[in-house]
Structure formats: C-alpha cells, structure tokens
T-cell receptor, first 112, second 112 residues
Framework: DAGVIQSPRHEVTEMGQEVTLRCKPISGHNSLFWYRQTMMRGLELLIYFNNNVPIDDSGMPEDRFSAKMPNASFSTLKIQPSEPRDSAVYFC??????????FGSGTRLTVV | TQLLEQSPQFLSIQEGENLTVYCNSSSVFSSLQWYRQEPGEGPVLLVTVVTGGEVKKLKRLTFQFGDARKDSSLHITAAQPGDTGLYLCSRNSGGSNYKLTFGKGTLLTVNP
C-alpha cells in the first residue's frame, strides 16, 4: 500500500494566486481529513469527509478555502486567493471507521 | 474547545537517558492516540489507548493512560538519536465522529 499520497510536496506561490492541493487516501478508507500545521497553532483540522460527504468544515478559516471529494480516491483543498498567512504545511489523512489513521507526507505551502 | 496540553514543549537529552512526556486534558477521553512526526513527514501513529489505567509497551516506549482517562504519559527508556521527533497526542471526538484534536506536541532531540 502506497499510503496517503499528497501532491505537490512543495508549493511556492504569489499572494492572490489560486492554490490547489491534492490527496489520494488509502484504498478502502471511508473518512478523509485535511489538517494544517503551523508552529504557532500546531495541527488544526480544516475539514472532514465521511463517505465523500463533508461532515465538519468548522475549521475552514474563511471563504477563500474550499474542499471537495468527488470520489472515494481523490480530494482537493483549494485556496483562492492565497495570502501570506496561509503559509503552512497541509496534511491529508484517512481512516476506516476511526481505525488506522494514516497521514500523508504533507504539502509545504509558501505564499509570498 | 477540549484542549490537549502537552509538556514539556521542548526536550533535549543525551543518548541513553530516560524521559517522560505528558498529555493532559480537563475532560475525559474516549480514546487517546500518540504519534511521532519526523521532519518533513506526516505524523505516524504509535499507539491507541482506550481503557483507564491501560499500559502499552512498544519496544523502549511505554504509554500509560490515566485512571480517570484525562491524561496520558509516554516514557522512553535509553533514548536513541532515532527517537528524535515531535511527539503528538490526540483525542478522538467519540462515537461515529472520527475527527482528531491534537496537542501542540513535545519536540524531542536526542543527541549522540
């Protein structure tokens, strides 16, 4: 199993540009999570899908952030327009019924 | 917000020393997980504890869940440089809500 796959690993973009982060969860896992990690705030949950349906998006900071899960094997997190304060490492994780949480290697986003 | 407090925030020790890090909350956990995160990677699940008073061992790592299920500790015996990393605790929201809330972690450095 290749684990949770995220792309890109690194993204540097200019303020105001659109950024799209991608995630492929582990096959068979029915829950998918997007987290953001910063030194100041640690790991914060942004949004959580169960069976491709968004269950809790209370952590999405503002309308500039959106996430989709069109099928069980793919999810995107989009930031439009991006701002320097969005700079962080973004992680995707998946689990099957709360068992075996597995994180991807993350996308390090830098907005200049 | 059900906060998880981890202590110490930073710990730097010499190879061969023993150490303990802590995870505390004011509310009861349904379950608690410990993760280790290495630089440039996502967190990797080490253990899940569920029962108050439970002790689990993973080689040189001993995990204990408090009797009241509000706190947990991780003890490492004879630390090695390979133990270096960010140790995170997390709690599950319980029931069919699989989202995790994380503490900010303890950054451990083991010097050779």
């Amino acid at each position: 199993d290749a684990g949770v796959i995220q792309s890109p690993r690194h993204e540097v973009t200019e303020m105001g540009q659109e950024v799209t982060l991608r995630c492929k969860p582990i096959s068979g896992h029915n829950s998918l999570f997007w987290y953001r990690q910063t030194m100041m705030r640690g790991l914060e949950l942004l949004i959580y899908f169960n069976n491709n349906v968004p269950i809790d998006d209370s952590g999405m900071p503002e309308d500039r952030f959106s996430a989709k899960m069109p099928n069980a094997s793919f999810s995107t997190l989009k930031i439009q327009p991006s701002e320097p304060r969005d700079s962080a490492v973004y992680f995707c994780a998946s689990t099957q019924a709360g068992v075996g949480y597995t994180f991807g290697s993350g996308t390090r986003l830098t907005v200049v | 917000t059900q906060l998880l407090e981890q202590s110490p925030q930073f710990l730097s020790i010499q190879e061969g020393e023993n150490l303990t890090v802590y995870c505390n909350s004011s509310s009861v956990f349904s379950s608690l997980q410990w993760y280790r995160q290495e630089p440039g990677e996502g967190p990797v699940l080490l253990v899940t504890v569920v029962t108050g008073g439970e002790v689990k061992k993973l080689k040189r790592l001993t995990f204990q869940f408090g009797d009241a299920r509000k706190d947990s500790s991780l003890h490492i015996t004879a630390a090695q440089p390979g133990d270096t990393g960010l140790y995170l605790c997390s709690r599950n929201s319980g029931g069919s809500n699989y989202k995790l809330t994380f503490g900010k972690g303890t950054l451990l450095t083991v010097n050779p």
